[in-house]
């Protein structure tokens, strides 16, 4: 069964170091979301890509991070510097399209840890 | 105020009770998830849902537009259903934005 894949599962990284995540996308889908989610808390959405394009960022602190879907297939999220704050999990989900009909497939996540 | 919120934020029961998780709203929606999130972080979808109700198995999920509240139910738990189980919504009628609850963490206990 398709699946959505993130690397790595874990990492963890000192303050002010560079972290990246990887996503690979459910082949065919044309939407792609980044969502960070605090212990305890639901995910929040920080970027949303359709295709290569970027369609919401409004939730993602561009002082620091950044993502991109260069051919609008995988995906990488990028964190420079990393803060105490951002440890969390990074989900990355999938979905056909934009429709409202659609059901995001979510990703296993990549844990980040910051010392 | 958040605009999903989920109760309770945590539930234990024994196995085999009928468990029950409720999520109200406050903004208009396209659509509403229910989704199971287990230990080590992954996601899975169990429902989407614009009106009505909804089985799958021992699952079934409801939905009141006008009370703009839903209802996850489980029959027959089983100690494999411990989980943290999160309502996400579609607000409006454009774009694909999920806003999510924080999620209730159920322990079924054998």
């Known amino acids: 069964e398709a699946e959505v894949a993130q690397s790595p599962r874990y990492k963890i990284t000192e303050k002010s170091q560079a972290v990246a995540f990887w996503c690979d996308p459910i082949?065919?889908?044309?939407?792609l979301y980044w969502y960070r989610q605090i212990l305890g808390q639901g995910p929040e959405l920080l970027v949303q890509?359709?295709?290569?394009?970027?369609?919401?960022d409004s939730q993602l602190p561009k002082d620091r991070f950044s993502a991109e879907r260069l051919k609008g297939v995988d995906s990488t999220l990028k964190i420079q510097p990393a803060e105490l704050g951002d440890s969390a999990m990074y989900l990355c989900a999938s979905s056909p399209g934009l429709a409202v009909g659609q059901i995001q497939y979510f990703g296993a996540g990549t844990r980040l840890s910051v010392l | 105020k958040n605009e999903v919120e989920q109760s309770p934020q945590n539930l234990t029961a024994q196995e085999g009770e009928f468990i029950t998780i409720n999520c109200s709203y406050s903004v208009g929606i396209s659509a509403l998830h229910w989704l199971q999130q287990h230990p080590g972080g992954g996601i899975v979808s169990l429902f989407m849902?614009?009106?009505g109700k909804k089985k799958h198995g021992r699952l079934i999920a409801t939905i009141n537009i006008q009370e703009k509240h839903s209802s996850l139910h489980i029959t027959a738990s089983h100690p494999r259903d411990s989980a943290v189980y999160i309502c996400a919504v579609r607000e409006g009628t454009s774009g694909s934005r999920l806003t999510f609850g924080e999620g209730t963490q159920l322990t079924v206990n054998p």
């Open positions: 082949s065919g889908h044309a939407t």
């Open positions: 890509f359709q295709d290569e394009s970027v369609v919401d």
């Open positions: 849902l614009s009106s």
